[in-house]
């Protein structure tokens, strides 16, 4: 079949040429009509009747008046059931609204994983606004930014957090310490006056100019997502779904909001708990956890316990986040029954876009993301915005109600990524420029391919190499700097390359100190490497395959080499000399200096 549409392509060029001479060849149409109207209909021909003029707290409102006092839910030894989250939630949306909390309104919510945070969120659209996550563990310099950026109305922590927020003309709310007062709220519900395309949340992405943005989604795109994924996977009130990723990430909106609006039970991991597999399978058996969702590097180490046969109530996981690897779909067929499902979406649509059911020993040896979810479409183009033919890589394009707004006070950027939509008769509909490489598999499924950019993922955390390489420059004796993301046997690890000036080289605890203070944990190079100018090609232009891998010996630290003294310190350095690929090891040694993070522990 491909080497027929070969053909085709080839006597359409050639008749293309003798008909039109004098026309530019990007205007001659290679494909078939019956070809083209496969790629931008047939297989977007996903309209789904859904309910999406109802804002979401409405659809959990519905569940909540139906099942009062079934356990909604469970943290570590506290819970809630529907009726308490509901007045709890609705006392404090009521505190919201007199605090300004409306429409089209910002609220910062600064909070570790807790009852509190779940009542925070699903209290932020019962007020109307919409809710902006700002991870307690980011740098306060991170945490300004993004808070002075968002204009937020009002802050929403915990009374341990306040202090390090920064100050700011935001109105701060500590929901432990002055809940008395919000205790005092009317519990009446709330009529809400929100329309479709008002926004529910913003999410910060790592940014290529050096600073992160906020990403726009609407009612109408997390609605329409969370309808299709109980059309699709069909969770009941005999269902656990454990909430264990980071909320700012937008997996986190789906576990928040999908469990509660089908009247199943929410289980909480408690903080910082998704690094430990060992506690995530005392937890789901525990708790019976039915539904999770997994990066692929995560369920990598999951998938090493020993005893995850401890995980028999399992019966989904949905795993998103990074390109699933064929190895590791076997790899989890061969040790747990439950039923596999592979996702993609950008953080500037509605979490999800594509679906995906895995099958294992598939021909292919392939895992594809899939094919589009409920009033989606994707489109896979070249760089004159015209569809490619089966099998041929080209950038991926989404359209259809899950299409965020943009980016929060980025019009030049909004503009460039979010296209007028040339496949639609619909006036104002956009086309989502995603950067990522894809291709159309013969059954209509995609391909992920990669990225078309300098932008990576790792443990599923959207990482714009610009932004870590602007932060480096920064630094009084950096000259000008490079980051890679560089395969290595656990995983992918951003690797940082530095011009030092001669006279003042920094140490590497020097650079992730200096890190530390503007990033995210997980935005922090694995390792630096010194280099004394960069490679050029004969054009002169840099030659990244010339830079040089890390060295497997130990960087320059602060402090002095100091080697094991007893036969304890003698075994520990071993391991970690074993387990990082890097020696010798001293006692005085940092973990996440010589390239650690929390899988490699």
């Given at each position: 079949a491909q080497v027929a549409a070969l053909g085709g392509y080839y006597a359409r060029t050639l008749t293309a040429m003798a008909e039109h001479p004098h026309q530019?060849?990007?205007?001659?149409?290679?494909?078939?009509?019956?070809?083209?109207?496969?790629?931008?209909?047939?297989?977007?021909?996903?309209?789904?009747?859904?309910?999406?003029?109802?804002?979401?707290?409405?659809?959990?409102?519905?569940?909540?008046?139906?099942?009062?006092?079934?356990?909604?839910?469970?943290?570590?030894?506290?819970?809630?059931?529907?009726?308490?989250?509901?007045?709890?939630?609705?006392?404090?949306?009521?505190?919201?609204?007199?605090?300004?909390?409306?429409?089209?309104?910002?609220?910062?919510?600064?909070?570790?994983?807790?009852?509190?945070?779940?009542?925070?969120?699903?209290?932020?659209?019962?007020?109307?606004?919409?809710?902006?996550?700002?991870?307690?563990?980011?740098?306060?310099?991170?945490?300004?930014?993004?808070?002075?950026?968002?204009?937020?109305?009002?802050?929403?922590?915990?009374?341990?957090?306040?202090?390090?927020?920064?100050?700011?003309?935001?109105?701060?709310?500590?929901?432990?310490?002055?809940?008395?007062?919000?205790?005092?709220?009317?519990?009446?519900?709330?009529?809400?006056?929100?329309?479709?395309?008002?926004?529910?949340y913003m999410i910060y992405t790592s940014g290529s100019t050096g600073l992160p943005k906020g990403a726009l989604n609407t009612h109408r795109g997390i609605v329409n997502r969370l309808l299709w994924m109980q059309t699709a996977y069909q969770l009941t009130p005999a269902d656990v779904v454990l909430q264990k990723t980071p909320f700012s990430f937008d997996v986190s909106v789906w576990e928040f909001?999908?469990?509660?609006?089908?009247?199943?039970?929410?289980?909480?991991?408690?903080?910082?708990?998704?690094?430990?597999?060992?506690?995530?399978?005392?937890?789901?058996?525990?708790?019976?956890?039915?539904?999770?969702?997994?990066?692929?590097?995560?369920?990598?180490?999951?998938?090493?316990?020993?005893?995850?046969?401890?995980?028999?109530?399992?019966?989904?996981?949905?795993?998103?986040?990074?390109?699933?690897?064929?190895?590791?779909?076997?790899?989890?067929?061969?040790?747990?029954?439950?039923?596999?499902?592979?996702?993609?979406?950008?953080?500037?649509?509605?979490v999800d876009v594509t679906h995906w059911t895995c099958q294992p020993h598939n021909a292919a040896g392939l895992v594809p993301i899939g094919r589009p979810i409920a009033n989606t479409q994707l489109y896979i183009l070249d760089a004159h915005l015209e569809p490619v033919p089966v099998g041929a890589p080209g950038e991926l394009y989404l359209a259809g109600v899950g299409v965020g707004r943009g980016y929060h006070l980025r019009p030049a950027l909004t503009a460039e990524r979010f296209l007028p939509n040339p496949f639609s008769t619909e006036l104002g509909t956009r086309l989502y420029r995603t950067g990522d490489l894809a291709r159309y598999l013969p059954d209509g499924s995609v391909d992920f391919l990669g990225r078309a950019d300098f932008q990576v993922k790792i443990r599923g955390f959207r990482i714009e190499l610009g932004e870590v390489e602007a932060a480096l420059r920064e630094h009084p004796h950096v000259q000008d700097a490079l980051v890679l993301a560089r395969e290595g046997e656990a995983g992918k690890r951003l690797v940082a390359y530095l011009v030092p000036h001669p006279e003042a080289a920094p140490t590497v605890s020097d650079l992730r100190r200096f890190l530390q203070a503007k990033l995210p944990e997980y935005m922090l190079p694995a390792a630096f490497v010194a280099v004394p100018a960069w490679p050029l090609s004969p054009n002169g232009k840099l030659d990244r395959k010339a830079l040089p891998a890390p060295e497997v010996v130990r960087p320059a630290l602060d402090h002095a080499f100091v080697p094991p003294r007893t036969p304890q310190e003698k075994i520990l350095a071993d391991l970690w000399a074993e387990v990082l690929r890097r020696e010798p090891i001293g006692v005085h040694d940092n973990f996440l200096e010589l390239g650690g993070d929390s899988i490699l522990s």
């Open positions: 530019p060849y990007t205007a001659a149409a290679l494909l078939s009509t019956a070809e083209r109207q496969q790629l931008v209909t047939t297989w977007n021909a996903t309209h789904t009747a859904y309910d999406l003029e109802q804002p979401l707290p409405a659809l959990f409102d519905a569940r909540a008046t139906g099942s009062p006092e079934t356990i909604a839910l469970l943290f570590e030894d506290q819970h809630l059931t529907y009726a308490e989250l509901q007045r709890r939630a609705t006392q404090l949306a009521h505190h919201l609204q007199r605090l300004g909390v409306g429409p089209e309104v910002l609220v910062g919510v600064c909070l570790e994983r807790s009852l509190e945070m779940v009542i925070a969120l699903y209290a932020i659209v019962k007020a109307g606004g919409a809710y902006v996550p700002l991870d307690p563990t980011y740098p306060p310099e991170r945490l300004a930014y993004m808070l002075a950026d968002a204009h937020a109305a009002v802050l929403l922590t915990q009374a341990r957090f306040a202090e390090q927020v920064p100050p700011a003309s935001t109105h701060i709310l500590c929901l432990d310490r002055d809940w008395e007062r919000i205790a005092q709220e009317r519990e009446e519900p709330l009529a809400y006056h929100l329309r479709p395309e008002n926004l529910a909001f999908w469990p509660l609006l089908a009247g199943a039970r929410l289980v909480l991991a408690r903080p910082e708990g998704h690094k430990d597999s060992r506690y995530l399978i005392d937890l789901i058996e525990q708790a019976h956890v039915t539904t999770l969702h997994f990066v692929p590097s995560m369920l990598q180490v999951f998938l090493t316990e020993p005893d995850i046969a401890r995980c028999h109530s399992l019966r989904q996981v949905m795993c998103s986040g990074e390109a699933l690897p064929f190895a590791l779909q076997e790899r989890f067929f061969s040790r747990l029954s439950a039923a596999l499902h592979n996702l993609y979406g950008p953080t500037e649509a509605a």
